[in-house]
């Protein structure tokens, strides 16, 4: 599974994309095993409320099944426009 | 409805006539043209070089497809243009135009407005403003521009 990190999550994780293997049933478990790994993920990870998830590029939320996906991406809420 | 998401700039004046050449040629009897351009704006404290702006390739593209087939739904729209530049822009730039045409003119403003307050929350553009001395802070999404979107319910 390909996860892709953008703005200050990118920078706090250190690494903008990754390839993982993983078991996780949902975002939510995805994102412990994750923070489990490295104290860099952990404070990137830390308060959900101020993240946003994308499944295969349509947003999400942190319960949405990992089923048949094939990259989830972890961001910042967004500030276009 | 075209969609452009790129680093260069544009040029404001071609683009609408381009629009507007577009529209008057396909037929759809169009009485209104309302066009919007974002422009990077200096940081209060006036310390700000530069906007540094990041997106998701792929995302970026589908996203502000989803919006404007969705302002295409909801309003009785003629043709929708939206152009998102990203990269490394300074004060002053132009950052993004919205060009809407319809038949009348509230259709067109209101399907402008939607555009632009979608874009803000549900576009995967992130801003980073740089100051002089090299640092960076990442502009925070507010609640007002998430609160804009309920009106839209």
């Known amino acids: 599974m390909d996860i892709l990190y953008f703005a200050w999550v990118r920078e706090r994780i250190g690494l903008p994309k990754e390839k993982i293997e ?6 939510r478990e995805l994102v412990g095993e994750l923070s489990a790994r490295d104290p860099r993920y952990a404070a990137a990870f830390a308060d959900l409320s101020a993240l946003r998830v994308a499944l295969d590029q349509d947003l999400s939320d942190f319960d949405a099944s990992l089923e048949g996906v094939r990259e989830v991406a972890f961001f910042p809420p967004m500030t276009g426009g | 409805m075209r969609i452009a998401v790129q680093e260069a700039t ?48 792929g995302m970026t593209e589908r ?8 302002a295409l739904r909801r309003w009785s729209l003629a043709d929708a243009l939206v152009i998102h530049r990203h990269g490394r822009l300074v004060p002053g730039e132009q950052i993004m135009m919205v060009a809407t045409a319809a038949r009348h003119r509230s259709d067109a403003f209101e399907a402008a407005e939607y555009l632009m307050d979608y874009l803000k929350s549900r576009a995967p553009f992130w801003k980073k403003e740089l100051t002089q001395d090299g640092s960076g802070n990442w502009v925070e999404a507010k609640d007002s521009d998430e609160d804009a979107l309920t009106r839209w319910d």
Do not use: W
């Open chain 2, 10 to 57: 544009f040029d404001l004046g071609e683009e609408s006539q381009r629009f507007a050449a577009d529209v008057a040629t396909s037929g759809a009897n169009a009485g209104a043209i309302v066009t919007f351009t974002g422009v990077v704006r200096g940081s209060d404290s006036g310390d700000m070089v530069a906007m540094e702006i990041e997106h998701y390739p």
């Open chain 2, 63 to 70: 996203a502000i497809g989803q919006i404007t087939e969705e």
């Open chain 1, 22 to 27: 993983t078991t996780a049933g949902t975002v």
